[in-house]
């Protein structure tokens, strides 16, 4: 399979690599695929946010801003209900703001959702866990009962258009159980979507003060992901890795906690990286993909009419 990556925004670069697929099946339970109603195969336009529970007026002004795209559904890179994920807060820092996309019929009556996705009976709200949201007791119990979503709700995949998602708890450390990891190379490796995204809270890499994970340098695009966005350091980031250009990496992380990192806290080895980042706007990410394209569009609240950062994957 031949693949192109090209980045628009200041320079137009063409890397092509070919990917090799061993696809051995592991004898893993997976959980629950989920697939979307009725969706044409054309375009989606979904949107990424990242560390925004806070009930902020910057989580407020993202979340106004990602409803004027009217994107089809929107997936976060964790931290949606801070300081310690609790049960008293996730209405207020999480469905405030966007119940327009959530669809909870499971959630206590006082927490459902009575927005348009629920009208239509359409989840469309798809978060994955940080470290915030993991920090309740039990772990993750407000989270699990407030959404209704795919699988165990904390590791779990979806097809969407053209894409297949995985979306993954690493914890409060930053790291996955060995079952997971192995569940998430089979289902990579077999998958037949057109593109594959993964997301989590704790990025592989990253030049912000919490700076790269090491437990989640895990070869993503041996087995097949185009995409890695996750959260945790509170900016904008774009990595690409010199030795292995898929897939791209993203931070979004920077969607309504007000406390902004800095970029460069922990700089990455420019003989090895190439990366952007911004850490002076608060933002979130448009995605587009259709057949042969995946465009993401990265837009700030100081200036929503035209995007600060784009980068294209074509196949
Ligand atoms: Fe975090």
Redesign the pocket.
């Given at each position: 399979m031949k693949i192109i990556l090209y980045y628009i925004a200041t320079a137009a670069t063409a890397i092509t690599l070919f990917s090799s697929c061993g696809c051995s099946k592991l004898p893993i339970d997976s959980p629950v695929a989920f697939s979307s109603p009725n969706r044409p195969a054309d375009t989606v336009v979904f949107a990424v946010i990242g560390?925004y529970g806070t009930d902020s007026k910057a989580e407020a002004d993202v979340a106004a801003m990602v409803k004027s795209w009217q994107p089809e559904f929107v997936i976060t890179t964790?931290?949606n209900n801070y300081p310690v994920g609790s049960s008293g807060s996730i209405v207020k820092n999480i469905g405030k703001h966007y119940c327009d996309f959530i669809y909870n019929p499971d959630a206590p009556s006082d927490r459902q959702c009575k927005g348009p996705a629920a009208e239509e009976k359409i989840n469309r709200f798809f978060p994955c866990p940080?470290?915030?949201d993991n920090y309740s007791v039990p772990a993750l119990r407000p989270y699990t009962d407030y959404f209704t979503l795919p699988g165990d709700e904390r590791n779990y995949d979806f097809i969407w258009g053209t894409i297949h998602f995985f979306s993954l708890n690493t914890g409060v450390s930053g790291k996955l159980d060995e079952r997971t990891i192995q569940w998430l190379q089979q289902k990579l490796k077999s998958g037949t979507a057109r593109f594959k995204i993964v997301y989590f809270?704790?990025p592989p890499y990253s030049s912000g003060g919490?700076g790269s994970n090491e437990a989640m340098q895990l070869p993503f695009g041996e087995w097949g992901a185009d995409a890695v966005l996750c959260?945790?350091d509170h900016f904008y980031e774009r990595i690409l890795d010199k030795n292995s250009p898929k897939p791209v990496y993203f931070i979004i992380?920077n969607s309504g906690n007000e406390n902004l990192y800095s970029c460069n806290s922990k700089p990455l080895d420019t003989t090895r990286f190439t990366y952007n980042c911004d850490d002076k706007n608060y933002g979130a990410v448009k995605v587009k993909a259709g057949k042969n394209s995946c465009t993401f569009e990265y837009y700030t609240t100081a200036n929503p009419s035209a995007p600060a950062d784009v980068w294209v994957i074509v196949k």
């Open positions: 560390d964790g931290d940080g470290n915030h809270h704790h919490h959260g945790h992380g």
